[in-house]
């Protein structure tokens, strides 16, 4: 469902992903991990169209997202961390804009619209305005407008950002449940018990190269049945330090 080439970014001399090659298939939910700065959100960025590469490409459900951005873009739903939303229309008026900017038919959108508000808990707030809503809402409202067609992919950025426990939960269950049996579900975390709760893979990013792909056990397994924290930490710890000995002993 999603392809990632060769995929790289580059500010200046600044490397942020270098040849990236990873693939979320259909039927699966992928974990993306990796310290702050590690090329998560650009890599999130480049798959939604926001930001082009330097080189190579992105192709989802078969598509290139810069060749074809309006068509691929017909094909997810996105939550990045910090949602922006209109603050002036209501919940409903957003999610009715969201139905008619993807065609769906008014009917199947009202009742999409009725059961999303009612599963994250905001019947009670539907016709408030956005901007009267507290951060929590809000990524719960642009969880709802993400899933609102029913995407063939899933694409969230940090998703438990200012959830309650019981938002928490309902998502939770929607990363690991989404993808199954034809769709995918892509999410970038630092919650590790999240990545092993939901992701039937997990994909580790480090300076912005892809250092770890497997499920969770058998990246406990390579690892001498480590916790995933503890696999995280080693890898992370290890290739930075390995890159400050370089530096301070360079090679002659």
Do not use: C
Request: aromatic letters at 6%.
């Amino acid at each position: 469902m999603i392809q990632i080439q060769a995929l790289e970014k580059r500010y200046g001399r600044f490397v942020a992903l270098e040849g990236l090659e990873l693939g979320v298939h259909p039927g699966e939910t992928l974990a993306l991990l990796g310290p702050n700065g590690a090329g998560k959100t650009t890599t999130i960025r480049a798959i939604t169209g926001q930001l082009r590469p330097s080189r190579g490409r992105v192709l989802l459900d078969g598509l290139d997202v810069w060749r074809h951005p309006v068509a691929a873009k017909r094909r997810f739903g996105y939550v990045p961390d910090r949602p922006y939303l209109y603050g002036k229309l209501s919940a409903v008026e957003l999610l009715r804009f969201v139905g008619r900017l993807y065609r769906m038919d008014p009917r199947a959108a009202e009742a999409r619209i009725e059961e999303l508000l009612a599963e994250f808990r905001l019947e009670r707030f539907a016709s408030a305005l956005i901007e009267t809503y507290s951060h929590g809402m809000r990524q719960k409202l642009t969880f709802a407008a993400a899933l609102l067609p029913r995407p063939k992919v899933l694409i969230v950025d940090e998703p438990m950002v200012g959830l309650d426990p019981v938002a928490a939960r309902t998502v939770r269950n929607l990363l690991r449940t989404y993808s199954k049996p034809d769709r995918a579900v892509l999410f970038s975390t630092h919650q590790l018990e999240l990545a092993e709760a939901a992701a039937d893979r997990v994909a580790l990013l480090h300076e912005g190269r892809l250092r770890l792909l497997g499920t969770p056990d058998e990246v406990r397994r390579q690892h001498d049945d480590a916790s995933l924290e503890e696999v995280f930490i080693r890898l992370t710890e290890d290739v930075t330090d390995d890159a400050s000995a370089a530096s301070a002993h360079p090679a002659p």
